[in-house]
């Protein structure tokens, strides 16, 4: 330790030797004076006159002055004091720049002795200068993609200041980009480059803006600034990004072709031609790209089909949006459709049962119906309905369905067909509806019985009518249909005065026509009381029963008869009178009867014929024969009066009855003188004409009986030995029982009896021909068994609407 502390005190001796020797050579011969550059005019630089040792006399004296070949002249020399002070501003970087120690000298020169001192000033650098950049700004252009670990060169700054108070230090302003690296040049300067650090985003940061700041070491400090605007340029680093993962959009169906739904929307944060983003559609299915269409630009959605929310109600699919250089991304879109009523139910008749029966019970089901509608919620709720009118009800069954019940007891007379309307309206708004009718149809029962136009009938018809005449006609109705209104007509089997009804009268059962069936005599039958039923076809068949009254009116067919005075062949009978009567003598009284009755039997009496018109008169009601003067002698004994008896019918019927008087006293007077008027010569002779006429006939009818006989005779013993050969049994024959067998009964159509049968021998020998060619014998009961006339068949059923045959009888006596 101690050779080293020794060798450092014989440096430092060295370096005070050093001091000495230069401190005593310069006061000796030069001073030298270190002064800060920009010291003002005027400051004090060092004191000359002491520090050369000469006093102020000496410098007076030796007029001391500074020698100078330079201008300007930095220092001035105050002799009075001594001093020595700034003259002009000194500006180191202008009189040495860069070089360094940086001073200047002068001589000062004294006289009487002549001394020359040279003085040397040292200019002392102060930090009067910042570090400056040419610049204010400095522009850069980097791209974002800009590798980590790039340089960019920065431009420098000057500070002319030399050591300590030139350019130290360069200053980045914060960022997180970019660090700052210093390097120093050969010539000693300092330049900065900027290293990226952490990569630039022009999406987030497009422009820095920095600042480099150069800093010197003066005291106090000074400093440069420049701005580093740096401009990041785009690179195509960013993919397009959809603003939402979803799009929910609505549409109503049956929307119009190109109906807007949605924009869907992709952002790329790129610029310019990186960030232009095209639309479409990805993986979409085959059918939606004939619906809907994107705006490759715009991203508008737009429908280009027919929307039908009965088909696809929600539609799914991927929209994708990329840039030139393929970057993508896509979203979902999901597209609701929205339903509108646009579909009209649907109506389907499941079954339907027509014609339904009138007496089906209420509550029938007539019809099933379903109704269907494609659209959904409301706009598919449909509701069915019926015409409340009708006798019907629509109740819903299940799901859809409805039935159609009946809710009365039909009537078929009353509607015989209904036609329901079915309305299905859905509950959308507007609604929409649809209708169909069915046509019911009611099938007819048998409910109705025929029923007659007249709670009763009567008629009128006149006695001694022509049989089959028709009388007149009951008419039935049915309301019901077809069959079970066809009426047919039957006549009671009641008596009528001890027949069967069917023997005075038939009817046509099919027109109701009532025919006489005889002949009537009002004489014998005065009314019919028939009942006539009218039955239907249905089954059963139903009937009702009319009374029918015929009443037969009276013709004026028989003569009065008189019962007084009996008319006798032979005899005489003659009235006395005695020729003392009175006038105004009841002679005798005519009396007569008519079976007709009212005016037909009103009889009225007259003379006619009269012997002596004068004595007798008749009573025109009574038939009172009376003398209307005094009987004297000159009058006949024998009167003959002859008494006409008339009816009042039209035309009247009259009968004469003759009476003989005789006008005397006594009988035997009487006896004479009618002897010779009772055998009447001209009655004689009609007599004996018609006794010959008798005898004739009644002659050939006993021969031609006699013949007969015979012949059939032979004729049965002939059968009889046929019969007997061929085992058959003898049926035996009996006599006719009816030898009238008139057109009576019920005859309807063409009914023929073949009566010929063994069954019911007893009518046997009845035979009913045909009708259709013959002519009737009609035989009238009322004229005793008179063949009255043969009539032609047609004559009789001249009657139009008539189709009664009426069948001949011809009955054969066996
Ligand atoms: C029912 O409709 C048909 C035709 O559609 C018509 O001929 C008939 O008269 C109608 N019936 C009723 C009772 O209205
Ligand atoms: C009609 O009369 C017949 C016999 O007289 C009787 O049996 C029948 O019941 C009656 N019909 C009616 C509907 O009164």
């Given at each position: 330790f101690f050779p080293f502390l020794f060798l450092w005190i014989l440096f430092k001796m060295w370096i005070i030797f050093l001091y000495f020797v230069i401190f005593l050579n310069v006061a000796s011969g030069q001073i030298r004076y270190s002064i800060p550059e920009e010291m003002k005019k005027g400051s004090l630089i060092g004191n000359v006159a002491q520090d050369l040792g000469l006093d102020?006399?000496?410098?007076?004296?030796?007029?001391?002055?500074?020698?100078?070949?330079?201008?300007?002249?930095?220092?001035?020399?105050?002799?009075?004091?001594?001093?020595?002070?700034?003259?002009?501003?000194?500006?180191?970087?202008?009189?040495?720049?860069?070089?360094?120690?940086?001073?200047?000298?002068?001589e000062i020169i004294l006289e009487n002795p002549i001394e020359l001192h040279r003085v040397i000033i040292e200019i002392l650098d102060i930090n009067d200068h910042s570090p400056a950049f040419k610049s204010r700004n400095i522009f850069l252009e980097i791209s974002e993609i800009a590798a980590v670990g790039s340089r960019f060169d920065l431009e420098n700054a000057d500070d002319p200041d030399v050591a300590i108070n030139t350019l130290q230090n360069y200053l980045l302003t914060s960022n997180d980009n970019f660090v700052l690296k210093q390097h120093s040049k050969a010539d000693g300067s300092k330049f900065a480059q900027m290293i990226l650090q952490k990569p630039l985003d022009r999406e987030t940061n497009p422009h820095l803006s920095l600042k480099l700041i150069a800093v010197d070491g003066g005291t106090p400090q000074r400093s440069g600034t420049v701005n580093i605007d740096i401009t990041v340029i785009d690179a195509n680093d960013n993919a397009p990004m959809f603003k939402q993962s979803v799009y929910r959009a609505t549409v109503i169906e049956n929307a119009p072709i190109g109906t807007y739904i949605t924009t869907v929307n992709a952002s790329d944060a790129d610029a310019g031609s990186y960030g232009l983003v095209a639309y479409y559609f990805s993986n979409l299915k085959g059918g939606l790209a004939d619906i809907f269409n994107i705006d490759s630009a715009s991203?508008?959605?737009?429908?280009?089909?027919?929307?039908?929310?009965?088909?696809?109600?929600?539609?799914?699919?991927?929209?994708?949006?990329?840039d030139q250089d393929g970057l993508n991304d896509g979203s979902n879109i999901i597209i609701e459709v929205i339903d509108v009523n646009d579909n009209a139910p649907v109506i389907n008749v499941m079954s339907f049962s027509s014609p339904v029966s009138e007496d089906a019970p209420t509550g029938t089901t007539i019809a099933v119906i379903n109704v269907k509608d494609s659209d959904s919620e409301k706009n598919g709720q449909i509701t069915c309905s019926i015409d409340t009118n009708l006798p019907f009800k629509i109740q819903s069954s299940l799901t859809n369905y409805y039935n159609l019940l009946s809710d009365v007891v039909f009537d078929r007379e009353t509607t015989s067909e209904y036609n329901v309307t079915i309305t299905a309206t859905d509950s959308g708004s507007p609604p929409l509806s649809s209708a169909t009718t069915l046509r019911l149809?009611?099938?007819?029962?048998?409910?109705?019985?025929?029923?007659?136009?007249?709670?009763?009938?009567?008629?009128?018809?006149?006695?001694?009518?022509?049989?089959?005449?028709?009388?007149?006609?009951?008419?039935?109705?049915?309301?019901?249909?077809?069959?079970?209104a066809r009426v047919s007509y039957l006549l009671e089997d009641t008596q009528v005065s001890g027949s069967p009804a069917s023997t005075h009268v038939s009817i046509n059962s099919e027109t109701g026509v009532l025919y006489a069936a005889r002949s009537f005599d009002y004489e014998q039958i005065k009314a019919l009381q028939l009942v006539v039923q009218a039955q239907d076809?249905?089954?059963?068949?139903?009937?009702?029963?009319?009374?029918?009254?015929?009443?037969?009116?009276?013709?004026?067919?028989?003569?009065?008869?008189?019962?007084?005075?009996?008319?006798?062949?032979?005899?005489?009978?003659?009235?006395?009178?005695?020729?003392?009567?009175?006038?105004?003598?009841?002679?005798?009284?005519?009396?007569?009867?008519?079976?007709?009755?009212?005016?037909?039997?009103?009889?009225?009496?007259?003379?006619?014929?009269?012997?002596?018109?004068?004595?007798?008169?008749?009573?025109?009601?009574?038939?009172?024969?009376?003398?209307?003067?005094?009987?004297?002698?000159?009058?006949?004994?024998?009167q003959r009066l002859t008494v006409i008896v008339e009816d009042n019918g039209q035309p009247s019927r009259s009968a004469t009855v003759i009476v003989n008087v005789a006008v005397a006293d006594s009988f035997p007077e009487v006896l004479s003188e009618f002897t010779d008027f009772t055998h009447d010569k001209e009655y004689n002779d009609n007599l004996t004409f018609y006794l010959v006429l008798a005898l004739a006939v009644v002659s050939f009818l006993f021969i031609t009986c006699l013949v007969v006989i015979i012949s059939v005779k032979i004729y049965r013993w002939r059968q009889s030995r046929i019969l007997y050969h061929s085992s058959l049994p003898v049926i035996p024959y009996y006599p006719p029982r009816y030898s009238d067998?008139?057109?009576?009964?019920?005859?309807?159509?063409?009914?023929?009896?073949?009566?010929?049968?063994?069954?019911?021998?007893?009518?046997?020998?009845?035979?009913?021909?045909?009708?259709?060619?013959?002519?009737?014998?009609?035989?009238?009961?009322?004229?005793?068994?008179?063949?009255?006339?043969i009539q032609s068949e047609k004559s009789i059923l001249d009657e139009p609407d008539s189709p009664l045959e009426v069948s001949s009888i011809r009955c054969g006596c066996t």
């Amino acid at each position: 330790f101690f050779p080293f502390l020794f060798l450092w005190i014989l440096f430092k001796m060295w370096i005070i030797f050093l001091y000495f020797v230069i401190f005593l050579n310069v006061a000796s011969g030069q001073i030298r004076y270190s002064i800060p550059e920009e010291m003002k005019k005027g400051s004090l630089i060092g004191n000359v006159a002491q520090d050369l040792g000469l006093d102020l006399k000496r410098l007076r004296s030796g007029r001391a002055r500074i020698l100078t070949g330079e201008s300007p002249q930095y220092a001035d020399l105050r002799t009075d004091k001594g001093i020595l002070v700034v003259n002009e501003r000194m500006d180191r970087e202008q009189l040495c720049g860069d070089v360094t120690p940086c001073s200047f000298s002068f001589e000062i020169i004294l006289e009487n002795p002549i001394e020359l001192h040279r003085v040397i000033i040292e200019i002392l650098d102060i930090n009067d200068h910042s570090p400056a950049f040419k610049s204010r700004n400095i522009f850069l252009e980097i791209s974002e993609i800009a590798a980590v670990g790039s340089r960019f060169d920065l431009e420098n700054a000057d500070d002319p200041d030399v050591a300590i108070n030139t350019l130290q230090n360069y200053l980045l302003t914060s960022n997180d980009n970019f660090v700052l690296k210093q390097h120093s040049k050969a010539d000693g300067s300092k330049f900065a480059q900027m290293i990226l650090q952490k990569p630039l985003d022009r999406e987030t940061n497009p422009h820095l803006s920095l600042k480099l700041i150069a800093v010197d070491g003066g005291t106090p400090q000074r400093s440069g600034t420049v701005n580093i605007d740096i401009t990041v340029i785009d690179a195509n680093d960013n993919a397009p990004m959809f603003k939402q993962s979803v799009y929910r959009a609505t549409v109503i169906e049956n929307a119009p072709i190109g109906t807007y739904i949605t924009t869907v929307n992709a952002s790329d944060a790129d610029a310019g031609s990186y960030g232009l983003v095209a639309y479409y559609f990805s993986n979409l299915k085959g059918g939606l790209a004939d619906i809907f269409n994107i705006d490759s630009a715009s991203g508008k959605i737009t429908t280009t089909g027919n929307l039908d929310y009965e088909k696809l109600k929600k539609y799914e699919f991927r929209v994708g949006a990329k840039d030139q250089d393929g970057l993508n991304d896509g979203s979902n879109i999901i597209i609701e459709v929205i339903d509108v009523n646009d579909n009209a139910p649907v109506i389907n008749v499941m079954s339907f049962s027509s014609p339904v029966s009138e007496d089906a019970p209420t509550g029938t089901t007539i019809a099933v119906i379903n109704v269907k509608d494609s659209d959904s919620e409301k706009n598919g709720q449909i509701t069915c309905s019926i015409d409340t009118n009708l006798p019907f009800k629509i109740q819903s069954s299940l799901t859809n369905y409805y039935n159609l019940l009946s809710d009365v007891v039909f009537d078929r007379e009353t509607t015989s067909e209904y036609n329901v309307t079915i309305t299905a309206t859905d509950s959308g708004s507007p609604p929409l509806s649809s209708a169909t009718t069915l046509r019911l149809f009611i099938s007819d029962v048998n409910d109705n019985a025929p029923i007659f136009t007249k709670k009763s009938y009567s008629a009128h018809v006149v006695e001694n009518n022509v049989p089959g005449v028709s009388i007149f006609t009951v008419r039935a109705r049915d309301v019901d249909w077809n069959q079970n209104a066809r009426v047919s007509y039957l006549l009671e089997d009641t008596q009528v005065s001890g027949s069967p009804a069917s023997t005075h009268v038939s009817i046509n059962s099919e027109t109701g026509v009532l025919y006489a069936a005889r002949s009537f005599d009002y004489e014998q039958i005065k009314a019919l009381q028939l009942v006539v039923q009218a039955q239907d076809g249905g089954s059963p068949p139903l009937s009702s029963n009319v009374s029918v009254r015929i009443l037969i009116q009276d013709q004026n067919d028989n003569a009065p008869q008189v019962l007084y005075p009996v008319q006798t062949g032979g005899s005489l009978v003659a009235e006395m009178v005695p020729r003392s009567v009175d006038v105004g003598y009841l002679v005798t009284k005519v009396v007569a009867v008519d079976v007709d009755s009212g005016q037909n039997a009103w009889l009225s009496y007259k003379l006619q014929k009269v012997t002596d018109r004068a004595l007798f008169e008749v009573g025109l009601q009574n038939g009172e024969i009376r003398t209307i003067r005094q009987v004297t002698d000159k009058d006949a004994v024998k009167q003959r009066l002859t008494v006409i008896v008339e009816d009042n019918g039209q035309p009247s019927r009259s009968a004469t009855v003759i009476v003989n008087v005789a006008v005397a006293d006594s009988f035997p007077e009487v006896l004479s003188e009618f002897t010779d008027f009772t055998h009447d010569k001209e009655y004689n002779d009609n007599l004996t004409f018609y006794l010959v006429l008798a005898l004739a006939v009644v002659s050939f009818l006993f021969i031609t009986c006699l013949v007969v006989i015979i012949s059939v005779k032979i004729y049965r013993w002939r059968q009889s030995r046929i019969l007997y050969h061929s085992s058959l049994p003898v049926i035996p024959y009996y006599p006719p029982r009816y030898s009238d067998t008139l057109g009576t009964g019920t005859l309807q159509h063409v009914y023929n009896y073949e009566v010929c049968r063994t069954t019911d021998s007893r009518k046997s020998d009845c035979k009913v021909g045909n009708a259709g060619s013959q002519n009737v014998l009609i035989m009238d009961p009322s004229s005793t068994g008179t063949m009255q006339r043969i009539q032609s068949e047609k004559s009789i059923l001249d009657e139009p609407d008539s189709p009664l045959e009426v069948s001949s009888i011809r009955c054969g006596c066996t």
